[in-house]
């Protein structure tokens, strides 16, 4: 049995968090995979990766990944993927996973740096959706993008995350999702092909279930509706995802 470890330190938002424990337990077949979380010290500190069949990383705030995981964390993980291991970003966790950010460039929350994990040779850059919409440890500046996947199109939640730019440069990305309702429909969910692993990084929270928000919060009243109205589709894109990411699901 094979373990699904999700990072869990300082800087993961714990609405991520929360959104990511509870629908990896709604899909995951307990009969094949342990979920358990993991900080920082622990991945630089313990013997995982031979038990460890998925890394996840939820969003937040990735500077604090950075400072907490570099270097020995970071190339650990690094050489977990190149070595056959699989990697889940999600927001925060694919910005991280990327060579550069650029974030909230120009603005008072500017992040612009290099990362190590580099899964995504390019730029991750955002928020996708606008400048000075995104609030510290808050929700405030959520929203429900549309975003494609094959021939259909699906609400997902949104707060902050990046588009991946130049993706077309580089033969070993395959672009899974855009954004559809941003100008040229950048790319939203990309696989990366990583040594004789496998990283996907979503700008998008692929992970939210529209049934953990309720209209009564004026901060998701405009936008539960839209996420209701794709929560089939949302959950079967999250499942696909993690079935390429070699995971075990319920039937």
């Known amino acids: 049995m094979g373990q699904l470890v999700v990072y869990s330190d300082e800087g993961v938002s714990g609405i991520s968090l929360k959104h990511l424990l509870r629908s990896l337990q709604q899909e995951v077949d307990p009969q094949f995979h342990t979920i358990r979380r993991m900080d920082s010290k622990e991945l630089q500190t313990t013997e995982w990766e031979s038990e460890t069949d998925l890394i996840l990383f939820p969003g937040g705030r990735d500077i604090f990944y950075q400072r907490n995981l570099f270097p020995r964390g970071t190339q650990r993980i690094k050489s977990f993927v190149e070595h056959g291991g699989k990697y889940f970003g ?27 994990l580099k899964f995504y040779p390019g730029i991750a850059k955002g928020p996708a959706l606008g400048l000075n919409k995104y609030r510290i440890d808050s929700e405030h500046g959520a929203e429900a993008t549309v ?53 996907i990084l979503s700008g998008v929270h692929i992970e939210y279930s529209a049934s953990l928000f309720t209209s009564s919060n004026p901060l998701y009243a405009k936008i539960v509706s839209s996420l209701e109205s794709s929560e089939l589709l949302r959950r079967k894109i999250f499942r696909d995802l993690l079935y390429s990411l070699q995971v075990r699901l319920k039937k």
């Open 90 to 116: 999600l927001c925060a966790g694919a910005y991280f996973a990327c060579d550069t950010i650029e974030f909230e460039k120009g603005g008072e929350l500017e992040v612009c740096e290099e990362r190590f």
């Open 147 to 199: 975003m494609s996947w094959k021939d259909q199109s699906c609400h997902t939640y949104y707060n902050g995350g990046c588009f991946f730019d130049l993706t077309d440069q580089f033969p070993h990305i395959n672009i899974l999702s855009r954004y559809l309702d941003l100008v040229n429909s950048p790319a939203s969910i990309i696989e990366c092909h990583v040594g004789k692993g496998l990283a």
